[in-house]
């Protein structure tokens, strides 16, 4: 586990949710001893359904299903016959697909639709070299492989209804001398692939799609398009918008679409991510997911999963981000699973803070439409955590909010510097004496997933067993790489502290700071509002 610069590990919400715009359903772990390992990366279908391989503790290997409430075998057997070494694909009708090795080494591509195994292809017979499918919703299953003989090259197939279908082939003589292993197929059986053109674009590597014969292209690595290289792996979606990662001539890496006209860059590493992985996720509902690696330089937290290129706003979570009660992300292991609901299935592995419990699992990602969605328009006003009704509660006013997104914000009292260490990050946490206010911290997480300019933010906090004169109680702000103090009005009566931020991050309730501290804070001001006075104040406290 990486050394967290700043806010380093973010926010779990209530309900087990991470990311404030997210909700997560643990699928399967290793809690119960059922299973010992997950080796390979989940895939998820419409229903939420997820497909995975996993070893049993009992010396077996298998294909599985499972939604969080159930878990159904769909191929099961010895380690010692057989292997996995791809992850499983499954469609919105429940289908799996998968590669499976026997012990002789052949590799075979398994269809199953709920009625039973179908080889699909078999390295022990008409092809050789056999490799990792993939699967439309009809039932189309895309795969490359190669066939015995000395003119042999490696190819691109698809198998439906028990008919195999050569797409593309590669050879001398073929205008591509190399295809990728994996060619993804949407669900107008178009093939998103990579391949290695023949004369007269000798050795030009590129991105292509097609049914078979012609071919679009995408975009080649020849120095001319800016890329030097291009993943492996594109994914294209139902409207035929392929996408894939790539690294640039000037060394950044990033994730790009296009459909055979001008590319779009979706994110890349001039961003605050400092690596973006190469597996990415493309729903035909447009959201794209991927793992990456934020920059130390910039105070966005550390790696993880996320959906755009804010790294606090389009989180979906985070290594030390707290996933179930008492346990904390150590590790994810993203595959690009993502349906087109945007619900993500990723690998995690998880601890206690003693560290005496470890455990390793797949989980459901689910966004929460719950958050308030805001358009674009002016002075919009929302209420988050019950109102100002609510301890923790929040109202947020938005002066002008520039590019639609939900908002949300989270409410967490850790009771100790450790704790609050888990929500803030170390360094956060070394920066300033926050002076505990009160028996418990008091710290409020806001998210918004569009743009905005000014927000006025009122808070409701707790007063009970106060430690502190409560007229000396401020909100401050983690912005910048520092606490702040922006200029802000308590109200003693109502436990309301109201400020204006133009951008979102943690928010801590603390003591005014010492004038020594206060240049370096940039505090503001400071305005006691007095409604009644000191007497009628405990009276109406009472």
């Given at each position: 586990?990486?050394?967290l610069?700043?806010?380093?590990?973010m926010f779990?919400?209530?309900c087990?949710?991470?990311?404030?715009n997210?909700?997560?359903?643990n699928?399967?772990?290793?809690?119960?001893?059922?299973?010992?390992?997950?080796?390979?990366v989940?895939?998820?279908?419409a229903?939420?359904?997820?497909a995975f391989s996993?070893?049993?503790?009992?010396?077996?290997?298998?294909?599985?299903?499972?939604?969080g409430?159930?878990?159904?075998?769909?191929?099961?057997?010895?380690?010692?016959?057989y292997?996995?070494?791809?992850?499983?694909?499954?469609?919105?009708?429940?289908?799996?697909?998968?590669l499976?090795?026997?012990?002789g080494?052949?590799n075979?591509?398994?269809?199953?639709?709920?009625?039973?195994?179908?080889?699909?292809?078999?390295?022990?017979?008409a092809?050789?070299?056999?490799n990792?499918?993939?699967?439309?919703d009809?039932?189309?299953v895309s795969?490359?492989?190669?066939?015995?003989?000395?003119?042999?090259?490696?190819?691109?197939?698809t198998?439906?209804?028990g008919v195999?279908?050569a797409r593309?082939?590669?050879?001398?003589?073929?205008?591509?001398i190399?295809?990728?292993?994996?060619?993804?197929v949407?669900?107008?059986g178009v093939?998103g692939?990579n391949?290695?053109?023949?004369?007269?674009?000798?050795?030009?590597?590129?991105?292509?799609f097609g049914?078979?014969?012609?071919?679009?292209?995408?975009?080649?690595?020849?120095?001319?398009?800016?890329?030097?290289?291009?993943?492996?792996?594109?994914?294209?979606?139902?409207?035929?918008?392929?996408?894939f990662h790539?690294?640039?001539?000037?060394g950044?890496?990033?994730?790009?679409?296009?459909n055979?006209?001008?590319l779009?860059?979706?994110?890349?590493t001039t961003?605050?991510?400092?690596?973006?992985?190469a597996?990415?996720?493309?729903s035909?509902?447009?959201?794209i997911a991927?793992?990456?690696?934020?920059?130390?330089l910039?105070?966005?937290?550390p790696?993880?999963?996320f959906?755009?290129?804010?790294?606090?706003?389009?989180?979906?979570?985070?290594i030390?981000d707290?996933?179930?009660?008492?346990?904390?992300?150590?590790?994810?292991?993203?595959?690009?699973?993502?349906?087109?609901?945007?619900?993500i299935?990723?690998?995690?592995?998880?601890?206690?803070?003693a560290?005496?419990?470890?455990?390793h699992?797949i989980?459901?990602?689910?966004?929460?439409?719950?958050a308030?969605?805001?358009?674009?328009?002016?002075?919009q006003?929302?209420t988050?955590?019950?109102?100002?009704a609510t301890?923790g509660?929040l109202?947020?006013?938005?002066?002008?909010?520039?590019?639609?997104?939900?908002?949300?914000?989270d409410?967490?009292r850790?009771?100790?510097?450790?704790d609050l260490?888990?929500?803030?990050g170390?360094t956060?946490?070394?920066?300033?004496?926050?002076?505990?206010?009160?028996?418990?911290?008091?710290?409020?997480?806001?998210?918004?997933?569009g743009t905005?300019?000014?927000?006025?933010?009122v808070?409701?906090?707790?007063d009970?067993g106060?430690?502190?004169?409560?007229?000396?109680?401020?909100?401050?702000?983690?912005?910048?790489?520092q606490?702040t103090?922006?200029?802000?009005?308590?109200d003693?009566?109502?436990?309301?502290?109201?400020l204006v931020?133009?951008?979102?991050?943690?928010?801590?309730?603390?003591?005014?700071?010492?004038?020594?501290?206060?240049?370096?804070?940039?505090?503001?001001?400071?305005?006691?509002?007095?409604?009644?006075s000191?007497?009628d104040?405990?009276?109406?406290?009472?």
């Amino acid at each position: 586990m990486k050394t967290l610069p700043v806010v380093a590990v973010m926010f779990s919400a209530v309900c087990h949710a991470v990311a404030a715009n997210y909700s997560f359903t643990n699928i399967v772990d290793d809690a119960d001893g059922a299973f010992s390992s997950f080796s390979t990366v989940a895939s998820v279908n419409a229903s939420g359904m997820v497909a995975f391989s996993a070893n049993g503790s009992g010396g077996t290997v298998g294909i599985y299903k499972g939604n969080g409430s159930s878990t159904n075998a769909m191929f099961q057997g010895s380690q010692a016959s057989y292997t996995l070494p791809f992850s499983p694909v499954i469609n919105d009708g429940g289908a799996v697909a998968y590669l499976r090795s026997d012990l002789g080494g052949n590799n075979n591509v398994i269809y199953d639709s709920g009625l039973g195994p179908t080889v699909v292809a078999s390295g022990g017979g008409a092809f050789i070299n056999v490799n990792q499918p993939m699967l439309n919703d009809g039932g189309t299953v895309s795969f490359g492989a190669s066939t015995p003989g000395p003119d042999s090259g490696f190819n691109l197939y698809t198998w439906s209804g028990g008919v195999t279908t050569a797409r593309y082939y590669s050879s001398a003589e073929s205008t591509f001398i190399g295809l990728s292993t994996v060619a993804s197929v949407n669900n107008n059986g178009v093939l998103g692939f990579n391949g290695t053109l023949g004369p007269p674009e000798s050795q030009v590597n590129g991105l292509f799609f097609g049914t078979g014969g012609a071919h679009t292209t995408i975009t080649l690595a020849n120095g001319g398009t800016g890329f030097s290289f291009l993943s492996s792996f594109p994914t294209i979606n139902k409207s035929g918008v392929v996408l894939f990662h790539a690294t640039s001539t000037n060394g950044k890496t990033g994730i790009y679409s296009g459909n055979g006209g001008p590319l779009t860059t979706y994110v890349d590493t001039t961003s605050p991510y400092a690596s973006i992985h190469a597996n990415t996720g493309f729903s035909d509902g447009g959201t794209i997911a991927f793992y990456a690696s934020t920059d130390s330089l910039f105070d966005y937290g550390p790696d993880g999963i996320f959906i755009g290129p804010n790294p606090t706003a389009d989180r979906v979570i985070s290594i030390g981000d707290e996933l179930f009660p008492g346990l904390f992300v150590t590790s994810l292991n993203y595959g690009g699973a993502i349906n087109e609901h945007g619900q993500i299935a990723f690998n995690y592995t998880v601890e206690n803070l003693a560290h005496t419990v470890t455990r390793h699992g797949i989980a459901l990602a689910t966004p929460d439409s719950s958050a308030p969605l805001l358009n674009s328009s002016f002075a919009q006003m929302v209420t988050v955590g019950g109102g100002l009704a609510t301890i923790g509660g929040l109202q947020a006013t938005f002066d002008t909010v520039n590019d639609p997104g939900r908002f949300s914000a989270d409410f967490f009292r850790p009771t100790n510097s450790a704790d609050l260490a888990l929500r803030i990050g170390e360094t956060a946490l070394n920066e300033v004496d926050f002076g505990l206010a009160t028996p418990s911290y008091q710290v409020w997480q806001l998210e918004f997933s569009g743009t905005f300019s000014d927000a006025a933010l009122v808070f409701h906090y707790d007063d009970a067993g106060l430690l502190a004169d409560e007229s000396q109680l401020v909100i401050r702000h983690y912005t910048g790489g520092q606490w702040t103090v922006p200029n802000q009005t308590i109200d003693t009566v109502n436990n309301t502290i109201t400020l204006v931020a133009n951008s979102f991050s943690p928010f801590i309730l603390s003591n005014v700071p010492e004038p020594s501290s206060a240049a370096l804070l940039a505090l503001g001001g400071v305005v006691l509002l007095r409604r009644q006075s000191s007497r009628d104040r405990r009276r109406a406290k009472q």
